[in-house]
């Protein structure tokens, strides 16, 4: 598959640019729950297809993670605005997100892709809890 690079410009058809104005005005966590509502209302899936890597041995360098886990460590003083964190982020209702935040050291999200792991991460600790990425 093609990567677009940032600085390149991309040609929008006209019947869709309304709809890539206002994709390009959100947050990646917008755009994460935007999928998941696609995948949930059209019984599709947002993974990408495996493609043939490199062989085995072949000397190139070990691509950076693009998945993290997000570990709370604490939850800090603060500790309802960390559930809010988590409630909102992580999609759940108030007693779920309540019970992983009480549990802290736990881990909060498995196989997050990195910048939603570390927006997470920020907002948590802006709020005074403390969080590691795996």
Known sequence: ???????????????????????????????????????????????????????????????????LTVELTDA???KIAIIKIVKEVLSLGLKDAKDKVDAAPTVLVENMKKEEAEELKKKIEEAGGKVNLK
């Open 1 to 67: 598959m093609d990567e677009v690079k940032k600085d390149e410009i991309v040609e929008v058809p006209a019947k869709f640019s309304k709809i890539v104005e206002e994709v390009e005005k959100m947050s990646v966590l917008d755009l994460n729950e935007l999928v998941k509502v696609f995948e949930k209302k059209f019984g599709v899936s947002a993974t990408a297809v495996a493609t043939a890597g490199p062989a085995a041995g072949s000397g190139e360098a070990k691509e950076e993670k693009s998945t």
């Open 76 to 78: 800090g003083a603060q």
